[in-house]
């Protein structure tokens, strides 16, 4: 088979988009595509012509035509493949199929072209591999990028804290020319993160408390974090007898803190809950499979609780499709445990695989998620976690070293994984002599963070090397794991939604595998 031209034209013939994979001059391909449209005879259901010299294959698309020019000698079924390919690629980069927004996408489709089309040959790709390849994503270019604004990061640092040393010794100096004495409210505190609580005691009068303020802007504790260092202030107790404003110094101090890039936030109480970004559902069906994981296992080996649970729920948008069936194919799934919904037609899913309602008449609730089945599975396997974590801890004189890897099953691709593990009591942030992926301490919780954007082939493994002062190995415990992947345990796929009465419906879904609870203790 040899393809001389893909191309996308007009209706009239004037040509968008022409990618040429042999020899050819622009006089002759302008030729064979004017000449296309004066061979396509109105009312003919075949898809292509043929003349002396070329063979035109081509599909409508809306205004348009996609067009393969190719040798009278090539294989028409393989010519017809190369065509139904292109024709879904083409959907992907362009939105509108009209001519401005081919013209707009013309440089995207010419390389997505040549992915599937060598030299005229095909190329035994799919159309996801083809995204890959001229997206051109690089695991270390990511790696490398994350490594460099960590350095800037720790720059811009250790650049805060000359800052406020140079400030803080013109506070001390301050200090020294008034008594070294700093008068504060009775009603208020300001607390820094230097290991002690509140320093102000909660008794009324209006006389002022001596303190002598540590070193609390010490950067190194956030090296390499994704969030800044916040300085709270408690709000006033209620209850107290004499109630005092803020002196004139103290604002001077916070003031010079938030001057210093400092965030000054208040002692509130944490607003219940997190808020979530729903997407919104555009598709007129909805058919979302979501498995949830529990896992714990034992920190010197050993599997001690396995279980997924599985769910798969229906979104009706429209009246008019709310009389639907859903039909799946299932894979091996022999430990998996399903249920249907009790109005679910089960005689329909275990014969046919396709779940609908046993009243066919009645139809689906609208805009709303609605359970058609679920699956449970236990098991003591050990080989089935996703990610396997080992933890080393040894002390050595003063310090404690600790040496961490993990390593990724084969059968997902694990993304945005994070693994807590905590730490005794500190201050300063650990040494990390050696990590594969990122890193972040967190003051407040005395945790060490590793953050791997993805797991996949190329990083089934990695390690974290790192140094604390000498600990009790079991302070290292419990590590806590999240992640999520695009498949699932259960082999189970929505091949399609049909109404009742016959005719697809189109639909949309998502596959994702969340952490419920992932532990290593």
Not at 69 to 80: G, Y
Not at 200 to 212: A, D, T, V
Not at 384 to 391: E, G, K, M, Q
């Amino acid at each position: 088979m040899v393809v001389l031209a893909a191309s996308i034209i007009s209706k009239t013939g004037k040509p968008l988009v022409s990618r040429q994979f042999v020899d050819m001059t622009r006089i002759r391909i302008e030729g064979l595509l004017a000449a296309f449209p004066k061979l396509v005879g109105s009312g003919k259901q075949h898809t292509y012509v043929e003349t002396e010299n070329v063979r035109y294959v081509y599909q409508p698309m809306e205004s348009l035509y996609l067009l393969l020019v190719t040798n009278k000698q090539s294989n028409i079924l393989e010519d017809l493949e190369t065509l139904r390919l292109l024709s879904k690629i083409v959907p992907e980069y362009c939105p509108s199929l009209d001519e401005e927004g081919i013209c707009k996408m013309a440089f995207e489709l010419i390389f997505a072209f040549d992915e599937v089309i060598s030299l005229g040959h095909k190329e035994n790709v799919t159309i996801a591999q083809v995204k890959q390849f001229t997206e051109m994503d690089s695991h270390e270019e990511r790696l490398h990028n994350l490594i460099v604004e960590s350095k800037i990061k720790e720059t811009k640092d250790i650049m805060k804290r000359k800052a406020s040393e140079i400030d803080k010794s013109k506070i001390e100096k301050h200090k020294s020319e008034k008594g070294g004495f700093v008068s504060l409210p009775a009603t208020g505190s300001v607390r820094f993160d230097n290991g002690y609580s509140d320093s102000s005691s909660s008794g009324g009068g209006g006389f002022g408390i001596s303190l002598s303020f540590e070193s609390s802007l010490d950067s190194d504790s956030y090296s390499k974090s994704k969030s800044r260092t916040t300085v709270p202030a408690s709000v006033p107790s209620k209850g107290l007898g004499m109630q005092l404003g803020k002196s004139q110094k103290t604002s001077q101090f916070l003031e010079s803190l938030k001057a210093e890039g400092e965030v000054i936030v208040e002692d509130t109480q944490p607003i219940a809950g997190t808020l979530k970004t729903v997407m919104p559902l555009t598709d007129p069906v909805n058919v979302s499979i979501e498995e949830k994981l529990v896992v714990a296992l034992k920190k010197d080996g050993g599997l001690e609780n396995f279980e997924v649970q599985g769910t798969m729920s229906l979104v009706v948008q429209n009246k008019d499709d709310a009389h639907i069936r859903v039909l799946i194919e299932m894979g091996s799934s022999k430990n998996m445990q399903l249920k249907t919904h009790p109005l679910i037609d089960k005689e329909l899913f275990s014969k046919e695989n396709i779940l609908g309602l046993k009243d066919p008449s009645k139809p689906f609730p609208l805009g709303t998620p609605s359970g058609i089945l679920k699956w449970r599975m236990q098991s003591k396997q050990e080989s089935l976690v996703p990610l396997s974590i080992n933890c080393w801890p040894s002390i050595s004189g003063r310090e404690s070293f600790v040496n961490i890897e993990y390593e990724a099953s084969k059968a997902f691709e694990l993304q945005n994984v994070f693994i807590s593990i905590p730490l005794p009591a500190i201050r300063e942030s650990p040494t990390v002599n050696q990590v594969d992926g990122d890193w972040r301490f967190d003051s407040r919780k005395s945790t060490l963070e590793w953050f791997i954007e993805l797991i996949d082939n190329t990083n089934r493994s990695g390690s974290m090397e790192f140094v604390v002062p000498a600990a009790d190995p079991s302070a290292f415990f419990p590590i806590a794991v999240k992640f999520s992947a695009s498949t699932t345990f259960c082999d189970i796929r929505v091949t399609g939604v049909t109404l009742v009465n016959g005719g697809p419906v189109k639909y949309g879904g998502q596959t994702q595998l969340v952490v419920d609870s992932y532990q290593i203790a």
